[in-house]
């Protein structure tokens, strides 16, 4: 008998179904993958278990049949209180983003209490003693610590872990994750992977396991189900789905992502597959020779960064944290260097050092022979325009007030370029083009956008200054592996149409191995390995490089 069975499901927003007729099961001790890109349907399939479904989303039909002690319940037809006892108790959820889905201002440890208080009579010492013992089952380092930590104080893999003890406090039969290691580390996201699959066999958890990344989940899962518009198109074995795969759909999942023991010269998108519209003419970009990258654009000589940890009354740092140690590098005309290491490793303070985002305490950055740290706001402006920065989540980078065509237009208009506004309204019109978007999209606000449109949007943004040179940091990370495939051909096409730089920063070593030319490793704020990317893969020298080849060949 299935631990979780639904048959026959459907959605619909405002009557219109997002999910039809939808049917899966997850036996006692069984980790089943729901795979599908953003907007297939798959997150909703599980919030409809625990009735967490948006007040616009109704279940039109179907049943969500559950083991409870007293036989197979449909929980579509529990009254409120009764599912109140089953969410949290029998049932745990982890979300996909454990910073929103935490409340920030309740120390992390009486958040975990708080689901014992509800289902549980242990009293208030016995709580605390229960969530010590979760956070050393979750292998959180200094539980005492992290009790009394705020959600922003510890690390995303940390968060993430706290939110699994919430899950599995209780001792629930049934475990739904939602996408629980999306744009974490590729270390972080196999210590979250063990972690699962430690506790699915040491408690008989039933987990439904929901990713848009069949690679990744294919070794952790037992049977997997792949989504597309709102329909289960493929099921059977991970093995079976992974090694051979019927539907096109589930094919282009698989190719679509960069493959880490090869090279290839441009990745193929799910419509390939599909044949939803012809494949693009165009020929694929031409790997640069390495003796053509002999002009420096920057150079960078002992760079040092320091974060304050404690101050005194006065205001002056007590306690400081060294966040970058002496770096020094050089970044060629023309290529693309890759920055690669885990979180803290300090990647995002490097790039926002460069463009003076963050203030270093010692060193130089010469940018064409020109030292820059020295420069005031006013001198360093006119090397704003020619360095542009591409961050990691678009929506949080877009004013939702603003219409997507001003806000393209709006840098062109602080820094005077082209003689009018019609003029820049052209030129959004191309770069809209040529991001492979449309002229139409010109008045729509950015939530009328999937999140791969909104990183394209804001590349738009970043080309209508005309750049030398852009820094991505982790551009791609969140993103479905089909739009990723699509944004890394784009950035790879911009590359040769407008003689680009980039400074590439991410965690994914697959897609290092194809977009990148150089890379350089980073850990603990000291750059440990550097050098051509073939070689680097090939033969990886420092045992911090060796140790994220493992991850990332365990990963995919």
């Known amino acids: 008998m299935s631990l979780l069975q639904i048959r026959d499901l459907d959605l619909s927003f405002n009557n219109q179904k997002v999910v039809e007729n939808v049917n899966l099961s997850v036996k006692i001790g069984e980790v089943h993958g729901l795979i599908g890109e953003s907007g297939s349907g798959k997150s909703l399939t599980a919030l409809s278990v625990i009735d967490l479904l948006p007040k616009n989303c109704h279940i039109d039909k179907g049943e969500i049949l559950f083991k409870r002690a007293a036989g ?5 037809k529990l009254s409120r209180a009764e599912l109140l006892k089953v969410r949290g108790a029998e049932i745990g959820f982890i979300f996909q983003d454990p910073m929103t889905a935490m409340n920030p201002v309740i120390l992390c440890g009486r958040q975990v209490m708080e689901v014992l208080k509800i289902h549980t009579d242990l009293n208030a010492k016995a709580r605390k003693e229960e969530v010590l013992a979760l956070f050393k089952k979750v292998k959180l380092p200094d539980p005492d610590k992290i009790f009394n930590a705020y959600p922003h104080e510890i690390s995303g893999g940390q968060q993430q872990r706290v939110m699994i003890a919430q899950a599995v406090a209780c001792k629930p039969k049934l475990l739904l994750a ?5 744009a974490l580390d ?5 210590g ?7 506790l699915r066999k040491s408690e008989a958890l039933g987990v439904l396991f929901i990713s848009h990344d069949l690679g990744l989940i294919a070794e952790f899962a037992d049977t997997i189900s792949i989504m597309y518009q709102g329909k289960i198109i493929e099921s059977g074995s991970a093995k079976q789905i992974h090694e051979n795969p019927q539907h096109p759909y589930t094919k282009g999942l698989l190719a679509c992502r960069p493959p880490i023991d090869k090279r290839l010269e441009r990745l193929p998108t799910i419509s390939n597959f599909l044949q939803e519209k012809p494949s693009s003419n165009r020929p694929d970009s031409i790997t640069e020779d390495v003796e053509k990258r002999n002009e420096v654009l920057m150079h960078i000589d002992l760079l040092s960064v320091y974060y304050p940890l404690k101050m005194n009354f006065l205001g002056k740092a007590k306690e400081e944290l060294h966040a970058l140690k002496n770096i020094g590098f050089e970044i060629f005309k023309g290529e693309s260097l890759g920055l690669v290491g885990e979180s803290g490793s300090g990647k995002s303070t490097l ?5 003076k985002l963050i203030e270093a305490r010692e060193g130089t950055i010469h940018y064409k022979g020109q030292e820059i740290r020295s420069l005031g706001e006013r001198q360093f402006r006119q090397f704003r325009k020619n360095i542009q920065f591409i961050f990691q989540d678009p929506y949080s980078s877009l004013n939702p007030k603003i219409q997507i065509g001003p806000s393209i237009m709006e840098p062109a208009l602080v820094f005077g370029m082209y003689k009018s506004n019609e003029q820049r309204k052209q030129k959004v019109f191309e770069l809209l083009e040529q991001v492979g978007l449309s002229k139409s999209d010109y008045h729509k606000y950015p939530h009328e956008f999937s999140g791969g449109q909104r990183q394209r949007i804001v590349i738009a943004r970043a080309l209508i200054l005309e750049p030398e040179f852009i820094i991505c940091d982790e551009a791609v990370s969140a993103l479905d592996v089909s739009v990723q495939a699509q944004i890394l051909n784009l950035l790879k096409d911009l590359k040769n149409d407008f003689g680009l730089t980039y400074l590439f920063i991410t965690h994914d070593l697959s897609v290092v191995r194809f977009f990148c030319d150089r890379v350089m490793v980073m850990n603990s704020g000291e750059i440990v390995e550097i050098g051509e990317a073939d070689d680097i893969f090939s033969n990886p020298e420092h045992d911090y490089t060796l140790k994220l080849m493992e991850y990332a060949r365990k990963l995919g």
Do not use: A, F, K
């Not at 979250?192 to 430690?198: Q, R, T």
């Not at 790039?351 to 463009?355: N, S, V, Y």
């Open 72 to 76: 197979q319940e449909d929980l579509l």
């Open 178 to 182: 939602d996408e629980p290691t999306t």
């Open 186 to 190: 590729v270390g972080v996201q196999m």
């Open 192 to 198: 979250i992977l063990e972690l699962l699959n430690d």
């Open 351 to 355: 790039g926002r050092t460069l463009l």
